[in-house]
């Protein structure tokens, strides 16, 4: 079984602060996405890595960067993190080329104050 | 401009009756459709997909329809359960699988 996992369940910072979400596959999967997630907005795509180093923006990338330094991890980072930033954040992977099912982590809960 | 829709933020069936969600998309490149299911405080699970090249695809109970001319497609679960209740996102997808996620529809099932 593929399993995802990210470094928080739930994280409480303060403005301004620099915040690393941390988020680690297992199945040697060369995709990998961050997004958010808010009440009646879906899923929206933050950034995606499709290899080592390698990432593209996505929807709504202002505000946040990635790392992708190994395969399996890719971070998240807010530079400055600011209250609308409070949201749940979901990575998520995936490696066949048949298909395109994302396997998502748990999630973090970011509370900004 | 909403590339992936879900009209209906709510659903709510009876157990043992047929659950139907919807799903309307507008960028003719989308070639691949997902549906997964998210319960509360877990990340989203991959539930059925389908192909472009096909206009259904069955999995148990599950099954989804893809009306290309309408750029509609459709997520049939018979019959529903109460586990069934949870949150459904449709997806699209057109290039290294970078999808795009609908808004998602809360699906209740009374027992």
């Known amino acids: 079984d593929v399993k995802v996992t990210q470094s928080s369940r739930y994280l409480v910072k303060r403005t301004g602060e620099k915040v690393f979400l941390e988020c680690v596959q297992d199945?040697?999967?060369?995709?990998m996405f961050w997004y958010r997630q808010d009440p009646g907005l879906g899923l929206r795509l933050i950034y995606f890595?499709?290899?080592?180093?390698?990432?593209e923006k996505g929807d709504i990338p202002e505000g946040y960067s990635v790392s992708r330094e190994k395969k399996e991890r890719f971070s998240l980072i807010l530079e400055s993190a600011s209250t609308n930033q409070t949201s749940m954040y979901l990575c998520?992977?995936?490696?066949?080329?048949?298909?395109?099912?994302?396997?998502f982590g748990p999630g973090t809960r970011l509370t900004v104050t | 401009d909403q590339q992936v829709k879900q009209n209906s933020p709510s659903l709510s069936v009876q157990e043992g009756r047929i659950s139907i969600l919807n799903c309307d998309y507008t960028?003719?490149?989308?070639?691949?459709f997902l549906w997964y299911k998210k319960y509360p405080a877990e990340g989203p699970t991959f539930l059925i997909s389908?192909?472009?090249?096909?206009d259904k695809n069955e999995d148990g109970r599950f099954t989804v329809f893809l009306n290309k001319s309408a750029k509609h497609l459709s997520l049939h679960i018979v019959p529903s359960q109460p586990g069934d209740s949870a949150v459904y996102f449709c997806?699209?997808?057109?290039?290294?699988?970078?999808?795009?996620f609908g808004d998602g529809t809360t699906l209740t099932v009374k027992p």
């Open positions: 960028n003719s490149m989308f070639d691949y």
């Open positions: 389908i192909s472009s090249i096909k």
């Open positions: 997806a699209a997808s057109a290039y290294a699988g970078k999808s795009t």
């Open positions: 998520a992977s995936y490696g066949t080329r048949s298909s395109y099912e994302q396997y």
């Open positions: 199945m040697d999967h060369e995709n």
């Open positions: 890595s499709y290899d080592v180093k390698m990432k």
